[in-house]
């Protein structure tokens, strides 16, 4: 799956593929340790996807948050003259 057509999912959707690529690098974990590992890329592949999927995940979240007022913004502390 490429970024596109992730960015082009809701958040559920997102947390429903993560959540199956998570056990898919469970058992091909497995397979490795095993030897019964067909094709090395495929960890390589799932972890690239699941980093992908988790970076557009928190672009929304520091993006909803961005767009909210803040009402608990600290003071700043000015520096001695």
Do not use: C, H, W, Y
């Amino acid at each position: 799956m490429n970024v596109r057509e992730l960015r082009e999912m809701n958040d559920k959707d997102l947390l429903d593929l993560l959540e199956d690529q998570r056990e898919a690098m469970f058992n091909l974990r497995f397979q490795k340790a095993f030897g019964q590992l067909e094709e090395e890329n495929a960890l390589r592949r799932t972890k690239r996807d699941i980093a992908q999927i988790l970076t557009i995940l928190r672009e929304r979240q520091i993006a909803a948050s961005a767009s909210a007022p803040e009402t608990n913004a600290a003071p700043t502390k000015k520096g001695k003259k």
